[in-house]
């Protein structure tokens, strides 16, 4: 059965929709940022021309380097996506053992470790995602059409991810102590 969405989809990206989508994402997350910061100070003004010159160079960041931000921005988001879903699972099911399993997360995420292994986690997910590569190609271009082979990217990756695994079970460890 054909797929409808395929032909829709690929019209959006000739049509660059999708950078779009992510220079409004850049957008609103620098003014957040800069707001909750108030690095700047309490101007709304000021706030929102900084996020929008910071946005407008996200944007240009494509035609500039040639490389493409929306595959790898949307494996992030696709990977992201499954990994909130399994937490969300993984919750539902831990409330069936902790009687009071609000508390017992408030404790976890008070601790330095767990803090870690979610920074690794973010890391993990940048490298899989493939962004790293979009960015390191997009600085320092490659010669030809050479690149990263695919094997060492999958060692790699793995790697990362048995590092990762083992952080979280290292502060899952620790906690019960």
């Avoid at 395929?6 to 409004?24: C, H, K, R, T, V």
């Avoid at 100070?41 to 900084?50: L, Y």
């Avoid at 790898?72 to 988001?77: E, I, K």
Wanted: hydrophobic share 60%.
């Amino acid at each position: 059965m054909p797929d409808i969405f395929a032909p829709l989809i690929q019209n959006l990206i000739s049509f660059g929709f999708y950078n779009l989508l992510i220079w409004m994402l850049a957008l609103a997350i620098m003014y957040a940022i800069l707001k909750k910061s108030k690095i700047l100070g309490e101007s709304p003004f000021i706030n929102g021309v900084v996020a929008l010159a910071i946005a407008f160079f996200i944007f240009a960041f494509p035609v500039l380097t040639g490389v493409s931000l929306t595959l790898p921005t949307a494996a992030f988001f696709t990977q992201t996506t499954v990994i909130l879903l399994f937490f969300i699972v993984g919750f539902i099911m831990a409330s069936l053992f902790y009687p009071d399993l609000p508390k017992f997360l408030i404790e976890q995420f008070t601790r330095r470790t767990t803090l870690w292994a979610l920074v690794a986690l973010g890391i993990g997910l940048f490298i899989t995602s493939g962004l790293v590569g979009t960015f390191w190609f997009g600085i320092a271009p490659t010669q030809g059409a050479g690149g990263v082979p695919t094997d060492i990217i999958i060692i790699v990756t793995g790697v990362i991810l048995f590092i990762v695994v083992l952080m979280i079970a290292a502060s899952i460890a620790a906690g019960r102590e």
